[in-house]
């Protein structure tokens, strides 16, 4: 069975600091890995996926991910936080037989001035 | 302009009340998801379809009722024997087989 779990439930970080979002992932079969991003009381949106290739992946907003295969791990990071940035942001797994996403607790990144 | 659509933004029912809940999408995925979410739980698969006329139940099924007519659309019936039916519901799509998901804006269900 898959799971995934979001290392941190909340990370308070100053503006225009480094982040990094932990996420650790199980599973039997090849994984795809997401993170989404969700402002209150609206729906999610992606931010970065992996499916295969380059195991450093960028996508929008500034954000990247690593993914790290022995140590099933996929990091999201920002080199510098603004603001707008605060908001709930979830790790999810997938596998190509099912179509269905597996998601984390999720992390509430708190961008202060 | 594609998306997914849910209607209402918020909504609030009675006890005992069924209730349902419409997602719509125009981005030709085949399939779709209803998803529930509690503060500090993520989000819970309550039902999927991944084709017209079939569906499948998800991890907290009960409670709740689908139906899969048309390809764009999915409602989920928040039936009165849900016993915690008040949290945020979330619709998804996608190209069937495909992970990734988008998502519709929400509603929030209350029920007193």
């Known amino acids: 069975a898959q799971s995934v779990t979001q290392l941190d439930s909340q990370v308070p970080v100053f503006e225009e600091a480094p982040v990094e979002l932990r996420c650790n992932y199980s599973?039997?079969?090849?994984?795809?890995l997401f993170w989404y991003v969700q402002y209150p009381n609206q729906g999610l949106q992606l931010l970065l996926k992996y499916l295969s290739g380059s195991t450093l992946v960028k996508g929008i907003n500034g954000f990247e991910a690593e993914f790290n295969k022995s140590q099933t791990s996929f990091h999201l990071r920002k080199p510098s936080v603004h603001i707008s940035d605060t908001a709930e942001y979830f790790c999810a797994v997938g596998s190509s037989n099912t179509g269905k996403l597996i998601f984390g607790q999720g992390t509430t990144l708190q961008v202060k001035p | 302009d594609g998306g997914i659509t849910q209607s209402p933004k918020y909504l609030f029912r009675k006890e005992g009340q069924n209730v349902t809940l419409s997602c719509e999408q125009n981005l030709n995925h085949d399939a779709m998801y209803w998803y529930r979410q509690d503060p500090g739980q993520g989000l819970r698969l309550i039902y999927y379809s991944q084709i017209v006329n079939d569906f499948q139940k998800g991890d907290i099924a009960e409670g709740y009722s689908v139906s899969r007519e048309k390809k764009e659309s999915f409602p989920l019936t928040v039936t009165s024997a849900q016993k915690n039916p008040t949290a945020f519901y979330l619709c998804?799509?996608?190209?069937?087989?495909?992970?990734?998901?988008?998502f519709g804006p929400g509603t929030r269900l209350t029920v007193t």
């Open positions: 599973s039997s079969v090849s994984v795809y």
């Open positions: 998804a799509s996608s190209i069937a087989g495909i992970n990734e998901q988008y």
